[in-house]
Structures are given as structure tokens and as C-alpha cells.
């Protein structure tokens, strides 16, 4: 004989709330009763019947919202927009937006299929809490809600604001790479098609995609280590000047210091840009002083052009490191360096013993993150030298060019989407396992 708990159950799961209200849970019942009103009233006001010579016809495309979205993300549409007598077709699918749309239908059938089970889950429970003798009422359970979920009915807002504007783009911009989107397949014009692999396929079969995907990957891990690891000692080195006994005003120095970090980066690179110029003011200087007899191609050769890359990036980040060292530094105490002179110790045994350890473990989770900033440094290299000089070899690529600017270039520029897509799932994958190994393995990971 099947129990009254799975009755109610199964009468929450077919009319939500009717089991709260055989359990006599009435508020409870009407709120979950609503929530499938609204569902039904979405899906089925939405929906309309397209009328072609007189006709009704059903289709999917005139479905409600739900069905309709489920239907696009499926099929990414089925009619192209065409033009017939000289007239464009008003009927038709863009892929693209289909794709938005059910992406946004998925989310609302998972939260609305949350609190289809919970409603399900809370019939059964209550039913069993009755039969064990406890008085159960909604004005009870919403203030034990209330006291228990407290925090997860605080978060739950930011969540779904989180979901909609931060996860669904996301998902967005990744599913992309599993279509043929790209500038010879532009919706509404031409309909946009899953693909599956293909994409990540064409990168590694066809070599000049290949090549141009390793040799920029190569550049991009060695960009990441120069600039952080240059601005990291550039920024020790002058935090450990700075905090010398011999130094006075060292709270001048120290703002001296900082403004590189103070001025908006870009505004640093566009200085910059202008001063490597062929005839800008580093060559000029170089020249008068004697140092050189003709220009540097700071901006037309590969091998520069990345040295100047590396050589401003330190301008520009080592003020960060050395404020950052400076704090360290201070919480340092005295009496560790009075022990080491004690033992006959100089400087370089207090920097290299005390001052070092205790730098690098406070501030490796810290070069981990400049790692990945680094990695994913758009700004330092397109506003200096927008990933030039031009490089044959590589396809739709300059030699500055690292893996973010590159996809900026295949979007806005050639409109290879889907490639571009491609690419940064393979950052994305590249960046996640190199982060999260290198975090686990630092002792402030481990202590923590």
C-alpha cells in the first residue's frame, strides 16, 4: 500500500503545492501553486500560431518562450533571412540570438526545476514530520527558514545577478567555439551550425593555424614570466633600497616611486608609444649621448619591439611589488636581524635568510596572480604596439602579439569567431591547471 508521504508527494509534483495543502500547509501550498502559474503563464502566453495563406500553422519558432528557446538552442534556427521579388523575407532565424535565448531558457528551467523539487521534497518531509506526531504550520517554517538559510536567502540574489551577467556570457562566448560562426557565416543572412570539434580540430590539423597557435602560446608563457618576474625583483630591489637605515626621507621616495603605478597605464603605454617612435624621444637622446649612431627599430623589429614590451611593463608594475615588499618588510621584526649581526651576519645574510623567505611567502599567491594578469595582459601590448611588427608567418597575427590580443584581432578585425573561441578555452584550460598547481603548491596555500 503506498503511504500518504508519497500521495502528497506525488500530488506537489504534478500540481505544485496541492500536497502542502493536503498537509494542511496552506500559505506554503498557494506560493508554490503560484510559482507554476507563472511558469504555465510565460509558456503559454508567449506562444502564438503563424497564419500563412489563411492557415494556422504550429511550429516551434511560434511556440511559447520556453519550447521556443529549448527549439533555438537546439537547432540554431532554421530559415535564413532571404530576399524574394526584391523584398526581404520577414519571417526568419538568427542564430545568434537563438542561442542567447535559450541559454536565458536553460537557466530559468533549472531555477524553476529547483523549486519544483524543493516543493516535491518539502510535501514528502512534511508529511513525515506529521506522521511522527510534530505540529507543522508555514508560519513555523518560514521563521525556521528564515533562521536556518539565512545566509543562503541573503546570497541568493547576487547570485542570479551573478549567473545572468557574469556565467551566462561566459557560456555564451564558449559554446561559440562549437559552431561555424565566423565572417563567412554572418546571421541572419546564413544560418549559424553546431559543429562539435571541428574548430579545435582545423587549430591543430591545418599547420598554418597550428603554428601561429604555438609560436604565440610560446611568446605569450615567456611575456607572462619576463614581465612579472622583472617587475617582481625591480620592485624588491627598490623596496629593499628604500628600507636601507642609510636612506632618509624615505616616505618621499616611496611616493616618488609609486606615481608610475598612480597614472592611468594607459595613458603611460600612449607616452610611451610616442617616445620608442623611430624618431621619438629614446632615440634622439640615445643618439645625442653618443650611446648609439643610428635609430633603434623599437617598433619594426620583433627582438625590440618584445624588449621594449618588457622594459615599460617594468616601469609600470614594479610599483605595485615594491609597495607591496615595503609592507612586508615593516612587519618584520627587528629582532630577527639583531640575532643574525649577533652571529657575525651583514646585509646580505639578513636579506638573504630573513628578508627573503618571509618576502616570497607572503607574496607568492600574490606572483601567481600578476602570472595570470600577466598572461592576460591586453593593455600593455595593444597600446604600445598593437602586436606588431606584421609577421608573415603567423595568420592574422604580429609578433608582440600574446594569445588575448590575438583573439581581440580575430573577433573585431577578421570576425573568426569561433576560432576565437577556440583559443580562449585552450587559454582558459592552460591558465586554470598552471594556477591551481602553482597556488597548491606555495606554503601560504597550504597553511591556509
Known amino acids: 500500500m503506498i503511504g500518504l508521504k508519497f500521495i502528497v508527494a506525488l500530488c506537489s509534483a504534478l500540481i505544485w503545492g496541492s500536497?502542502?495543502?493536503?498537509?494542511?500547509?496552506?500559505?506554503?501550498?498557494?506560493?508554490?501553486?503560484?510559482?507554476?502559474?507563472?511558469?504555465?503563464?510565460?509558456?503559454?502566453?508567449?506562444?502564438?500560431?503563424?497564419?500563412?495563406?489563411?492557415?494556422?500553422?504550429?511550429?516551434?519558432?511560434?511556440?511559447?518562450?520556453?519550447t521556443r528557446g529549448l527549439w533555438g538552442i537546439?537547432?540554431?534556427?532554421?530559415?535564413?533571412?532571404?530576399?524574394?521579388?526584391?523584398?526581404?523575407?520577414?519571417?526568419?532565424?538568427?542564430?545568434?540570438?537563438?542561442?542567447?535565448?535559450?541559454?536565458?531558457?536553460?537557466?530559468?528551467l533549472i531555477i524553476f526545476g529547483l523549486i519544483w523539487f524543493w516543493n516535491i521534497r518539502d510535501a514528502y518531509k512534511s508529511r513525515v514530520a506529521i506522521e511522527q506526531g510534530e505540529r507543522i504550520s508555514s508560519a513555523s517554517y518560514v521563521k525556521r527558514l528564515w533562521e536556518q538559510s539565512f545566509e543562503y536567502i541573503m546570497i541568493t540574489p547576487g547570485t542570479i545577478l551573478v549567473v545572468f551577467i557574469s556565467i551566462l556570457p561566459v557560456a555564451f562566448s564558449m559554446l561559440i567555439a562549437f559552431t561555424n560562426y565566423n565572417r563567412n557565416n554572418i546571421p541572419p543572412v546564413n544560418l549559424v551550425e553546431w559543429v562539435g570539434f571541428q574548430t579545435f580540430m582545423d587549430i591543430v590539423r591545418i599547420p598554418i593555424w597550428g603554428t601561429s597557435f604555438l609560436r604565440i602560446l610560446g611568446w605569450t608563457v615567456?611575456?607572462?614570466?619576463?614581465?612579472?618576474?622583472?617587475?617582481?625583483?625591480?620592485?624588491?630591489?627598490?623596496?629593499?633600497?628604500?628600507?636601507?637605515?642609510?636612506?632618509?626621507?624615505?616616505?618621499?621616495?616611496?611616493?616618488?616611486?609609486?606615481?608610475?603605478?598612480?597614472?592611468?597605464?594607459?595613458?603611460?603605454?600612449?607616452?610611451?608609444?610616442?617616445?620608442?617612435?623611430?624618431?621619438?624621444?629614446?632615440?634622439?637622446?640615445?643618439?645625442?649621448?653618443?650611446?648609439?649612431?643610428?635609430?633603434?627599430?623599437?617598433?619594426?623589429?620583433?627582438?625590440?619591439?618584445?624588449?621594449?614590451?618588457?622594459?615599460?611593463?617594468?616601469?609600470?608594475?614594479?610599483?605595485?611589488?615594491?609597495?607591496?615588499?615595503?609592507?612586508?618588510?615593516?612587519?618584520?621584526?627587528?629582532?630577527?636581524?639583531?640575532?643574525?649581526?649577533?652571529?657575525?651576519?651583514?646585509?646580505?645574510?639578513?636579506?638573504?635568510?630573513?628578508?627573503?623567505?618571509?618576502?616570497?611567502?607572503?607574496?607568492?599567491?600574490?606572483?601567481?596572480?600578476?602570472?595570470?594578469?600577466?598572461?592576460?595582459?591586453?593593455?600593455?601590448?595593444?597600446?604600445?604596439?598593437?602586436?606588431?611588427?606584421?609577421?608573415?608567418?603567423?595568420q592574422m597575427a604580429g609578433s608582440t602579439d600574446i594569445l588575448i590580443t590575438w583573439l581581440f584581432s580575430l573577433t573585431y578585425d577578421y570576425r573568426m569567431y569561433n576560432f576565437a573561441s577556440a583559443i580562449s578555452i585552450m587559454i582558459f584550460m592552460v591558465l586554470a591547471v598552471v594556477s591551481g598547481v602553482t597556488l597548491m603548491r606555495t606554503r601560504a596555500f597550504k597553511e591556509d
Open 222 to 394: 615567456a611575456w607572462a614570466f619576463l614581465a612579472t618576474s622583472s617587475a617582481y625583483l625591480f620592485g624588491m630591489l627598490q623596496a629593499v633600497l628604500i628600507n636601507a637605515k642609510g636612506i632618509r626621507f624615505k616616505g618621499l621616495w616611496r611616493s616618488v616611486f609609486i606615481l608610475p603605478w598612480a597614472i592611468p597605464g594607459m595613458v603611460s603605454l600612449l607616452v610611451f608609444r610616442v617616445m620608442f617612435n623611430r624618431e621619438g624621444v629614446i632615440n634622439r637622446l640615445l643618439l645625442d649621448s653618443g650611446i648609439i649612431d643610428t635609430f633603434i627599430p623599437w617598433m619594426s623589429q620583433t627582438a625590440w619591439a618584445r624588449f621594449m614590451l618588457v622594459l615599460v611593463n617594468v616601469w609600470l608594475g614594479f610599483p605595485y611589488f615594491m609597495a607591496l615588499i615595503t609592507g612586508v618588510m615593516t612587519g618584520i621584526s627587528p629582532e630577527y636581524y639583531e640575532a643574525v649581526e649577533i652571529d657575525g651576519g651583514n646585509g646580505w645574510h639578513k636579506f638573504r635568510y630573513i628578508s627573503l623567505p618571509m618576502i616570497f611567502a607572503a607574496t607568492a599567491p600574490l606572483i601567481v596572480m600578476s602570472l595570470t594578469h600577466n598572461f592576460n595582459n591586453f593593455g600593455a601590448v595593444y597600446f604600445l604596439t598593437e602586436g606588431g611588427p606584421a609577421n608573415p608567418a603567423l
Open 74 to 108: 537546439i537547432t540554431l534556427g532554421e530559415s535564413p533571412r532571404i530576399r524574394v521579388d526584391d523584398a526581404w523575407v520577414l519571417v526568419f532565424d538568427h542564430s545568434i540570438m537563438l542561442m542567447v535565448a535559450g541559454l536565458i531558457t536553460i537557466v530559468l
Open 19 to 66: 500536497g502542502q495543502v493536503i498537509n494542511k500547509q496552506y500559505i506554503k501550498g498557494i506560493v508554490f501553486f503560484a510559482v507554476q502559474v507563472i511558469f504555465w503563464f510565460v509558456e503559454l502566453s508567449t506562444g502564438t500560431l503563424a497564419v500563412i495563406t489563411g492557415q494556422a500553422e504550429a511550429h516551434f519558432r511560434n511556440a511559447g518562450y520556453f
